[in-house]
């Protein structure tokens, strides 16, 4: 079926590094891939997302990239910040599966200030 | 209003109860979906709903009924369950013609 690994399960940076967690999927045809962030008994909250028909895109201090060809995406999150601490999933739309997102397993980042 | 709201927030229940999870939004999604999440776990998809209608059921056992009454509303009801299905249940919702999935806070769930 379809799968969606990331990477890594835990990261962790000192304040003001950037941060950057990688995800492959299985399925060539799919086409959209948001990133949700969740903070400690909160739920998880849309950052950003991209389709596939762009290969990068940039809100403030995020930004995502995704490379078609080797089935790959990646969340990158510049000048981190402690608030930036939480688990990050990242998801796929699969194009034979309706409106489903099938989840990575999530990446808890944390920033040390 | 522009969120997905969940009631109740926490809830703990017997094996032997029955109870009701709701979930409402009024922003004119279409599709609406209940996931459950254990600890440290992606949310993993239980139902979808599409104008009203159940389109995804992922082979939930059938102490899980889940209900939409109209567009707004979506209920699961819960029926002899067990301690593993104690969990986050999380409802999201899209509007019509986007992939995005909008969570609600969730329902921490604890069964004994």
């Known amino acids: 079926g379809e799968n969606v690994e990331q990477h890594p399960s835990t990261l962790s940076v000192q304040e003001g590094d950037s941060a950057v967690i990688k995800c492959t999927y299985s399925d060539s045809a799919s086409n959209y891939f948001p990133w949700y962030k969740q903070e400690l008994g909160k739920r998880p909250q849309l950052i950003i997302d991209?389709?596939?028909?762009?290969g990068e895109k940039k809100d403030q201090r995020i930004a995502v990239t995704l490379n078609k060809t080797a089935k790959h995406f990646s969340l990158h999150i510049t000048e981190t910040q402690p608030e930036d601490s939480a688990v990050y999933f990242c998801?796929?739309?699969?194009?034979?599966?309706?409106?489903?997102?099938?989840f990575g397993g999530g990446t808890r980042l944390m920033v040390k200030p | 209003d522009t969120e997905v709201t969940q009631t109740p927030k926490h809830l703990v229940m017997g094996m032997t109860n029955k109870k009701s999870l709701k979930c409402e939004q009024h922003?004119?999604?279409?599709?609406m979906y209940w996931y459950k999440q254990k600890a440290k776990k992606p949310p993993e998809l239980m139902f979808v709903?599409?104008?009203?209608?159940?389109?995804i059921n992922e082979s939930v056992p059938s102490r899980f009924s889940p209900e939409c009454p109209n567009s707004s509303l979506l209920n699961l009801h819960l029926h002899a369950l067990q301690p593993e299905d104690s969990a986050l249940y999380l409802c999201?919702?899209?509007?019509?013609?986007?992939?995005?999935?909008?969570f609600g806070p969730g329902t921490r769930l604890t069964v004994l």
């Open positions: 999201a919702s899209t509007r019509p013609g986007s992939h995005t999935q909008y």
């Open positions: 998801a796929a739309r699969f194009n034979n599966a309706g409106n489903m997102l099938t």
């Open positions: 922003m004119g999604h279409r599709a």
């Open positions: 709903y599409s104008y009203e209608k159940l389109s």
């Open positions: 991209i389709r596939s028909n762009v």
